[in-house]
């Protein structure tokens, strides 16, 4: 989920923009494609990193090696999808599910660890909310 929040000194102003941004009515399509993108190389980069989006490294596989990249199919299934309202990343595998949330009675102690590679950190907010700002300030000015 992606939140825009604003602390509103000058009510009129804002409520001005995001009119601007109200009318375009969907055809935020470059934007949410520059959000899609840069969420993808961050999750590109997460499983480079081997970290979940809070930054907590991932539990080790029973065989060692690169977590969640033995033979890079969850990696490279990884696709960006984006409109004039939203932008997200994801995986058509069976088995993305899995990695993500962990369970399923596999491994060694009957339950695989989750290794979250999707979601949103806060470099990610803080990217999201400069796309949006400079879309808006393109838009208004």
């Keep these: 989920m992606v939140a825009l929040i604003i602390d ?7 409520e001005q923009r995001l009119r601007t941004l109200a009318a ?7 934007l949410m494609e520059e959000i899609a993108q840069s969420l993808l190389a961050s999750t590109e980069r997460r499983f480079e990193d081997e970290v ?30 984006a409109d004039g309202h939203s932008a997200s990343v994801d ?16 491994g060694a102690n009957g339950d695989m660890p989750a290794r979250p590679y999707l979601g949103i ?7 999201i909310h400069a796309l949006i700002r400079d879309t808006m300030l393109g838009l208004i000015q």
Excluded: C, F, K, V
């Design 8 to 14: 509103a000194e000058d009510l009129a102003a804002i």
């Design 24 to 30: 375009l009515d969907g055809q935020l399509s470059p």
């Design 52 to 81: 979940a989006p809070d930054g907590t490294p991932w539990a080790a596989t029973e065989r060692g090696g690169s977590i969640l990249r033995d033979q890079g199919h969850l990696y490279q299934s990884l696709t960006t999808t």
């Design 91 to 106: 995986s058509n595998l069976a088995y993305a599910r899995i990695h993500q949330l962990g369970g399923g009675g596999i």
């Design 121 to 127: 950190d806060s470099e990610d907010e803080r990217e």
